[in-house]
């Protein structure tokens, strides 16, 4: 019984740091997108995230998130939900 218990939690150790590789290789483009959706927003394929150095400040980030589908105009403050603005084709950043 004692070996068993062993063998599970080896197991999940190792399951654990395997998942944790695989959130790391995720890029800024794909955290984004996964907070873009999960406030309801469309974001089919996120593509690039440039950070807009005039609109960011301390503990403000402002990023140009572009999705195969839109564009998105994205400020992060940390434990707060991103203030979205979609950012209309044709149109300056």
């Known amino acids: 019984m004692m070996r068993f218990t062993g063998l599970a939690f080896t197991a999940l150790l190792v399951g654990g740091l395997a998942g944790s590789t695989a959130q790391a290789e995720q890029t800024l483009p794909d955290l984004l997108a996964v907070q873009l959706r999960a406030q309801g927003y469309a974001c089919d394929k996120p593509l690039k995230a440039e950070r807009d150095d005039k609109l960011s400040k301390p503990d403000n980030e402002a990023w140009t998130l572009t999705c195969s589908n839109a564009t998105y105009r994205v400020s992060r403050v ?3 939900a991103a ?10 950043k």
């Open 78 to 80: 940390p434990d707060l």
């Open 83 to 92: 203030k979205v603005e979609k950012v209309e084709e044709g149109k300056d």
